[in-house]
Antibody, heavy 119, light 107 residues
Framework: QAQLVQSGSELKKPGASVKVSCKASGYTFTISTLNWVRQAPGQGLEWMARINPNTGNPTFAQAFTGRFVFSLDKSVSTAYLQISSLRAEDTAVYYC????????????WGQGTVVTVSS | DIQMTQSPSSLSASVGDRVTITCQASQDISNSLNWYQQKPGKAPKLLIYDESNLETGVPSRFSGSGSGTHFTFTIISLQPEDIATYYCQQYDNLPYTFGQGTKLDIK
């Protein structure tokens, strides 16, 4: 069955970098868009970006420019989120989620990756 | 950015009750509205897409309606397993945006 499997929890110090992966299986990777959604502790959901597996070009929310890099490797059906110069406020659960090219409905989600930034 | 305002932010109801959550968009989003359920420690789950379409496998006690700027999510007979936080989400314009969530528990 279709699934998205994310990499494990990360504990990082402020200023470090982290790379989260999201591996797709059970469906054709190139017929859907991959999205990233952040959820800070005790908070709601915040859409970060989407990336077209065919072009590799991301579209992202303004709050996620600069320190955030969204990429993918079509050959292994995997999307990546890299965050550099980590700050305490980056502590959150990061989810990847699938949507159609013309639909913003996230019908398949990864299990989430907890990123904790603490000295 | 389009702001999505959900109400109430929390809600207590009894098993068997009809539960209604509303979501107001800051501008017309046509029917580009989805609803998700999130249980503690779990990823969100899509329940309703395109305002009123039930995702495959989702029980028929869940429904959605509305258009333009005002949307409603209803559980016609609350079950114990429905305890969760519910979010609306618009996809009419980028960036996609979510409501702040409605935490539902059993009275």
């Amino acid at each position: 069955q279709a699934q998205l499997v994310q990499s494990g929890s990360e504990l990082k110090k402020p200023g470090a970098s982290v790379k989260v992966s999201c591996k797709a299986s059970g469906y054709t990777f190139t017929i859907s868009t991959l999205n990233w959604v952040r959820q800070a502790p005790g908070q709601g959901l915040e859409w970060m970006a989407r990336i077209n597996p065919n072009t590799g070009n991301p579209t992202f929310a303004q709050a996620f420019t600069g320190r955030f890099v969204f990429s993918l490797d079509k050959s292994v059906s995997t999307a990546y989120l890299q965050i550099s110069s980590l700050r305490a406020e980056d502590t959150a659960v990061y989810y990847c989620a699938r949507s159609g090219f013309y639909s913003g409905a996230f019908d398949l989600w990864g299990q989430g990756t907890v990123v904790t930034v603490s000295s | 950015d389009i702001q999505m305002t959900q109400s109430p932010s929390s809600l207590s109801a009894s098993v068997g009750d009809r539960v209604t959550i509303t979501c107001q968009a800051s501008q017309d989003i046509s029917n580009s509205l989805n609803w998700y359920q999130q249980k503690p420690g779990k990823a969100p789950k899509l329940l309703i897409y395109d305002e009123s379409n039930l995702e495959t496998g989702v029980p028929s006690r869940f429904s959605g309606s509305g258009s333009g700027t005002h949307f409603t999510f209803t559980i016609i007979s609350l079950q114990p397993e429905d305890i969760a936080t519910y979010y609306c989400q618009q996809y009419d314009n980028l960036p996609y945006t979510f409501g702040q969530g409605t935490k539902l528990d059993i009275k």
